[in-house]
């Protein structure tokens, strides 16, 4: 099985829209996983429509509690934090919290103390195009990493069990901690890239870091009609850079009413997209 | 006053927002200093074509192991009190995978033999220059490196107290954003009226009023969806503080790393009113000297 990760640097390139187009396309041929990896901002879902199966309670670290009884406000973990985390009045700032326990180290009383913290959930989901893994980190916290370490897993065991050929990973954008994450074991980096100069700016970083673990890298432009000698820039990037390029896809308003119809585009649109997200499917599988 | 400008959703229009009401406030004489917190992925020099003229590197402090000191096996203090797993003990000697540590300092703290010592993990650079009369101050991560926060910190620490700062904050609702967005005075969340754009923006929401942060919404590409995410506003009594007509034409010159306000008349009046309401949201501040 090979697990094919979706990516794009930049937000909002269109990573979640073809990730759920190739899946209805990828549907027809079998058994499918999709694993929802951009934990803090999942949008597969609302397209998707998952019946949640499974729903699992992700404990991403400690994190530290003071108790008020105990603290005899002698400020040694005020100065021992590195991370700013206890404030004036000797309470823990959760969301500064890294959960290292330096705190109940040096605290003398035994009043800081260390806590499992609940930081998300993630759930396997029965939808009309095959099994989703998604997760949902709860707002403000950390450890979004080990939380797409933990979708991953359970997406590609599952994937493995049904005997499926490919998994498919919507990542984050940028090329951080839960895109780094995301690339653990991935075979392949599928990048949506758009033409504007930010997003040509950031496709490189992505391919930088795919290339600083080994992993090749394919591309799909999208919106490639908005600035065309743009998208040939991008396209002569992909050339020099021995990335092939799947498809260009358009800008298309038909993407939006999809997505706020609850559709694939493919589902939308299947006059118009449907052969052409069969060819991009047929060429990242023949890769 | 500093302004957060963060989204939620990655791509709604953030960075556009954000260099052309720093171009704006510049244009009306004020001293605009522009943090660019999106270290992962930074792009508003590609607008404001900025100069960068001083690149120093930031550090995540970690530890070094003297060998010659290491109790090693017989003692394995730091690898057990380590919660990252960045120390393990292996044919008797520690080992420290840097890239696993927080830099929280435990291992030193607690190793009785004194073994522990400082090294630094470089995290990427933190810049500085100039765009025309906008200070520029912008993070960029090293490919491979994990860890944002701390980058995004070193930035805003390089911001200072500048009277009126713009911060461009990364996407998403975790660990960088709160990083990045918090201290702000003012919170101008960026949102797209799409189906990803309101469930995204609902998490940006929370997250903000949960760090007790004063919030109001700039609408971009209005008309090109529907209208859940400002019938959501008013029903949260979140404050709408413009909306940017959708348009192909402003698309293109943003693609190209144009400045809307300096084309687009009807979007520079959006944005004239935008600063006004945040001024009478978040008091004048810094933008006292803007007028």
Same mark, same amino acid.
């Given at each position: 099985m090979r697990e094919i990760v979706v990516l794009s640097g930049k937000g909002g390139t269109g990573k979640t829209s073809v990730t759920a187009a190739l899946v209805s396309c990828a549907a027809a041929g079998g058994e499918l996983v999709v694993a929802d990896c951009d934990v803090d901002a999942a949008d597969l879902h609302l397209v998707? /429509?998952?019946?949640?199966?499974?729903?699992?309670?992700?404990?991403?670290?400690?994190?530290?509690?003071?108790?008020?009884?105990?603290?005899?406000?002698?400020?040694?973990?005020?100065? /021992?934090?590195?991370?700013?985390?206890?404030?004036?009045?000797?309470?823990?700032?959760?969301?500064?919290?890294?959960?290292?326990?330096?705190? /109940?180290?040096?605290?003398?009383?035994?009043?800081?103390?260390?806590?499992?913290?609940?930081?998300?959930?993630?759930?396997?989901?029965?939808?009309?195009?095959?099994?989703?893994?998604?997760?949902?980190?709860?707002?403000?916290?950390?450890n979004s990493g080990k939380l797409v370490s933990t979708v991953k897993k359970a997406a590609k065991e599952r994937a493995e069990a049904l005997g499926c050929p490919i998994l498919l990973v919507d990542g984050s954008p940028g090329i951080g901690c839960p895109v780094i994450a995301s690339l653990g074991g991935?075979?392949?980096?599928?990048?949506? /890239?758009?033409?504007?100069?930010s997003a040509v700016h950031d496709i490189k970083r992505v391919h930088a870091l795919a290339a600083h673990f080994g992993i090749p890298c394919a591309a799909i432009l999208n919106k490639a009609d908005v600035c065309p000698d743009l998208t040939g820039e991008l396209a002569a990037y992909c050339r020099d850079a021995g990335v092939s390029v799947l498809g260009e896809l358009p800008y298309d308003q038909a993407f939006v009413s999809a997505q706020l119809a609850g559709k694939t585009v493919v589902e939308y649109d299947p006059e118009r997209y449907g052969d052409v997200f069969r060819d991009i499917w047929k060429k990242l599988r023949a890769l | 006053m500093k302004i957060a400008i963060a989204s939620g959703k990655g791509g709604t229009g953030k960075t556009t927002v954000a260099v052309n009401l720093a171009a704006l406030l510049s244009d009306r004489g004020a001293n605009v200093v522009f943090a660019d917190c999106d270290v992962e992925e930074p792009n508003a020099h590609v607008f404001l074509q900025t100069d960068w003229e001083k690149e120093s590197p930031a550090?995540?402090?970690?530890?070094?192991?003297?060998?010659?000191?290491?109790?090693?096996?017989?003692?394995?203090?730091?690898? =057990?009190?380590?919660?990252?797993?960045?120390?393990?003990?292996?044919?008797? =000697?520690?080992?420290?995978?840097?890239?696993?540590?927080? %830099?929280?300092? +435990?291992?030193?703290?607690?190793?009785?033999?004194?073994?522990?010592?400082?090294?630094?993990?470089?995290? %990427?650079?933190?810049?500085?220059?100039?765009?025309?009369?906008? =200070?520029?101050?912008?993070? +960029? +991560?090293?490919?491979?490196?994990?860890?944002?926060?701390?980058?995004?910190?070193?930035?805003?620490?390089?911001?200072?107290?500048?009277?009126?700062?713009?911060?461009?904050?990364?996407?998403?609702?975790?660990?960088?954003?709160?990083?990045?967005v918090s201290g702000a005075d003012f919170v101008m969340l960026v949102a797209e009226p799409t189906a990803f754009g309101l469930h995204d923006l609902s998490l940006a929401v929370e997250l903000v009023r949960g760090m007790?942060?004063?919030?109001?919404?700039?609408?971009?590409?209005?008309?090109?969806?529907?209208?859940?995410?400002?019938?959501? +506003?008013?029903? =949260?009594?979140?404050?709408?503080?413009?909306?940017?007509?959708?348009?192909?034409?402003?698309?293109?010159?943003?693609?190209r790393g144009g400045l809307l306000i300096r084309d687009f008349p009807d979007i520079r009046a959006v944005l004239e009113n935008v600063l006004a309401e945040v001024t009478a949201r978040a008091g004048n501040g810094g933008l006292a000297c803007a007028k």
């Open positions: 998707l /429509a998952p019946e949640i199966l499974e729903r699992h309670e992700f404990i991403g670290g400690d994190k530290a509690r003071i108790d008020p009884e105990l603290c005899q406000e002698c400020g040694l973990c005020v100065d /021992a934090c590195r991370y700013g985390a206890v404030d004036d009045a000797f309470r823990v700032i959760g969301e500064s919290c890294e959960g290292c326990g330096v705190c /109940a180290y040096v605290c003398p009383t035994g009043a800081a103390a260390m806590f499992p913290c609940v930081s998300g959930d993630w759930f396997v989901s029965r939808t009309r195009v095959g099994t989703l893994v998604h997760a949902a980190l709860r707002v403000g916290e950390e991935a075979d392949m980096v599928l990048m949506v /890239a758009e033409p504007t100069l | 550090h995540l402090t970690v530890p070094r192991i003297l060998t010659d000191r290491c109790l090693g096996e017989s003692c394995r203090k730091c690898v =057990e009190l380590c919660r990252f797993k960045a120390l393990i003990c292996m044919a008797g =000697e520690i080992m420290v995978f840097p890239e696993l540590c927080h %830099g929280c300092g +435990l291992c030193r703290m607690a190793c009785p033999a004194e073994a522990v010592t400082d090294d630094a993990r470089e995290l %990427g650079v933190v810049r500085r220059g100039r765009s025309g009369n906008i =200070e520029m101050i912008g993070g +960029l +991560l090293r490919v491979g490196e994990p860890m944002a926060t701390p980058l995004i910190k070193a930035v805003k620490k390089a911001a200072g107290d500048a009277p009126l700062q713009i911060w461009d904050c990364p996407p998403g609702t975790a660990c960088a954003v709160i990083a990045a007790g942060l004063a919030c109001g919404v700039v609408v971009n590409r209005d008309g090109m969806g529907d209208s859940r995410v400002l019938d959501y +506003l008013a029903r =949260e009594g979140v404050a709408v503080l413009g909306r940017i007509p959708g348009s192909l034409e402003a698309a293109r010159a943003s693609a």
